[in-house]
Structure formats: structure tokens, C-alpha cells
Nanobody, 118 residues
């Protein structure tokens, strides 16, 4: 059974940090394109970061470059998003996305809420 389970969200003050985790089961992240998206109320879903095989290519939205880092742990079958220097505009539900090799449609996690507020 395929599952993507996000964790690590919460309430943080501006300038703070959070580390999101996305743990996968039923497929391997090492052979998948993995992404983090976010969706704020009233806004479109936005791609935040991508990590892809085989060379762990990464890509980031301009709004998070230099502040967020996506990484992958093949042994844990998980993907992480380290978020530093958080801003109120980073407030959103963060969702994990997975597109395994040879699959046409992605898997999505249920999301984890990140709120940046003083």
C-alpha cells in the first residue's frame, strides 16, 4: 500500500526554522521525483522544491531559494525540507509529492500545516 506521510509542521516565529519530513511506503524515493508543494488559503498550489534521480538534482521556487533545502535519505525512504529564515508568507499547508519511475500519475501526502507568526 502506497503512503506518503508528512510531519514536522507547526507554529514558528518569523526568522525561525522547521524541518518537514515525508516518509514513503509502497515505493522507493530513490527512484522517484520527489517534490514539496505548498498551498495557502485563497492561493494556488505552488511547487517549493524538487529532488530528482539519479544525481539528486534539486530545484527551488525563487521565493525560497537560499532559505529552504530539500534532501533525501534512501535508507529511511524519506524526503526532508529544511526551512530556515521563515517568513509569514511561508504560512501554508505543505504537501509531499512523489512520481515514481514509469508511473504516469503522482502520489500526494495529506499535508502538514506550517504557520509563521509572532
Amino acid at each position: 500500500q502506497v503512503q506518503l506521510v508528512e510531519s514536522g509542521g507547526g507554529l514558528v516565529q518569523p526568522g525561525g526554522s522547521l524541518r518537514l519530513s515525508c516518509t514513503a511506503s509502497g515505493f522507493t524515493v530513490s527512484s522517484s521525483i520527489m517534490k514539496w508543494y505548498r498551498q495557502a488559503p485563497g492561493k494556488e498550489r505552488e511547487m517549493v522544491a524538487t529532488i530528482a534521480t539519479p544525481n539528486s538534482y534539486t530545484n527551488y521556487a525563487d521565493s525560497v531559494k537560499g532559505r529552504f533545502t530539500i534532501s533525501r535519505d534512501n535508507a529511511e525512504n524519506a524526503v526532508y525540507l529544511q526551512m530556515n529564515s521563515l517568513k509569514p508568507e511561508d504560512t501554508a499547508v505543505y504537501l509531499c509529492y512523489a512520481l515514481p519511475l514509469r508511473r504516469l500519475s503522482p502520489y500526494w501526502g495529506q499535508g502538514t500545516q506550517v504557520t509563521v507568526s509572532s
